[in-house]
């Protein structure tokens, strides 16, 4: 099985781990416009990454 990544990939799965910060970050700050934007971000970054590694995966 040969994984076809490119730097873009790679940019995707640092900023979604960078969001999650931010997701913690605003919980323990108390601030709900945050946490919600960041939810959502966060769930949109996610479901990017899930595309990436299945098309990554199937060669497509």
């Known amino acids: 099985m040969v994984v076809n990544l490119n730097l873009f990939d790679?940019?995707?799965f640092i900023l979604t781990?960078?969001?999650a910060f931010g997701v913690v970050r605003s919980?323990?700050?108390r601030n709900m416009f945050a946490v919600?934007?960041?939810?959502?971000?966060?769930?949109?970054?996610l479901f990017a990454d899930v595309l990436i590694i299945y098309y990554a995966t199937q060669g497509a």
């Open 10 to 12: 790679f940019v995707m």
């Open 17 to 19: 781990i960078l969001i």
């Open 27 to 29: 919980f323990k700050a």
């Open 36 to 45: 919600v934007y960041s939810i959502i971000s966060l769930a949109v970054f």
